[in-house]
T-cell receptor, first 117, second 116 residues
Framework: GAVVSQHPSWVICKSGTSVKIECRSL??????MFWYRQFPKQSLMLMAT?????????EQGVEKDKFLINHASLTLSTLTVTSAHPEDSSFYIC?????????????FGPGTRLTVL | AQKITQTQPGMFVQEKEAVTLDCTYD???????LFWYKQPSSGEMIFLIY??????QNATEGRYSLNFQKARKSANLVISASQLGDSAMYFC?????????????FGTGTKLQVIP
C-alpha cells in the first residue's frame, strides 16, 4: 500500500503561537510532497510543493515566512504555521508522490484541522 | 481562467442509478493527468480514478469510469449503480508539470447525495 499519515489530526492553539504539522509517507519514499488548505465547503487550495532536499515552491499569495515547509527526508515533510491567527484556522492536507513524474502516484494524508483561538 | 471547472455544486441521484459528474479543464501543456477524488464528511481524500492525457482509452475502476473527451477538454466522472456510501464531495483535479515541478489544481467540487 501507500499510506500517508499526518500528525496531529487536530490542534487548537492560541493566537500568536506556532504550530507544526507533520506529513509522513509510511511505506514509500516520497520525492514530492504537496500541502493544501481547505476551508469549509470549499475546494483544496495548493499552498506549496516540496521536493526532498530543496526549497519548497510556494503558490502565489502564500506567505513563505508564514507557512514554513521543510522536506528534510524522503518520508517526512513538515508545515509550520508561524504566529498563527484565527484566519489561519483551516483544514490542512498533505499529499505525497512516490516518484517525480509518476502521474498517478499521489496519496493524501487524513488532514489536520487547525483552530486558532 | 479557471484551470478546473466543476459546474455542479450539488447533485442528487437515486440509489442504484448512474450519475455523471462534470469536469472541464484548461491547460496548454500536452502532457497532463486528470484525477477524481472523493471526500466524505470525515475529510480524507480518496483517490478514485486517473486519466493521462495520452491514454487512448477511457479509464475505468470498478463502478467508476472517466469519460475523457480531449478535444472538449472534459473529464466527466460516471458512477454506475450508486450506493448510499457514495454520498460525498467529489473533486476533479489536474496535474501539470511546470518548470520541472508537479502542480495539482483542484476544482470546486460537487456534493453528491444518494437517495434511498
Amino acid at each position: 500500500g501507500a499510506v500517508v499519515s499526518q500528525h496531529p489530526s487536530w490542534v487548537i492553539c492560541k493566537s500568536g503561537t506556532s504550530v507544526k504539522i507533520e506529513c509522513r509517507s509510511l511505506d514509500f519514499q516520497a520525492t514530492t510532497m504537496f500541502w493544501y488548505r481547505q476551508f469549509p465547503k470549499q475546494s483544496l487550495m495548493l499552498m506549496a510543493t516540496s521536493n526532498e532536499g530543496s526549497k519548497a515552491t510556494y503558490e502565489q499569495g502564500v506567505e513563505k515566512d508564514k507557512f514554513l515547509i521543510n522536506h528534510a527526508s524522503l518520508t517526512l515533510s513538515t508545515l509550520t504555521v508561524t504566529s498563527a491567527h484565527p484566519e489561519d484556522s483551516s483544514f490542512y492536507i498533505c499529499s505525497a508522490s512516490k516518484l517525480a513524474g509518476a502521474p498517478n502516484e499521489q496519496f493524501f494524508g487524513p488532514g489536520t484541522r487547525l483552530t486558532v483561538l | 481562467a479557471q484551470k478546473i471547472t466543476q459546474t455542479q455544486p450539488g447533485m442528487f441521484v437515486q440509489e442504484k442509478e448512474a450519475v455523471t459528474l462534470d469536469c472541464t479543464y484548461d491547460t496548454s501543456d500536452p502532457s497532463y493527468g486528470l484525477f477524481w477524488y472523493k471526500q466524505p464528511s470525515s475529510g480524507e481524500m480518496i483517490f478514485l480514478i486517473y486519466q493521462g492525457s495520452y491514454d487512448q482509452q477511457n479509464a475505468t475502476e470498478g463502478r467508476y469510469s472517466l469519460n475523457f473527451q480531449k478535444a472538449r477538454k472534459s473529464a466527466n466522472l460516471v458512477i454506475s449503480a450508486s450506493q448510499l456510501g457514495d454520498s460525498a464531495m467529489y473533486f476533479c483535479a489536474m496535474r501539470e508539470f511546470s518548470g520541472g515541478y508537479q502542480k495539482v489544481t483542484f476544482g470546486t467540487g460537487t456534493k453528491l447525495q444518494v437517495i434511498p
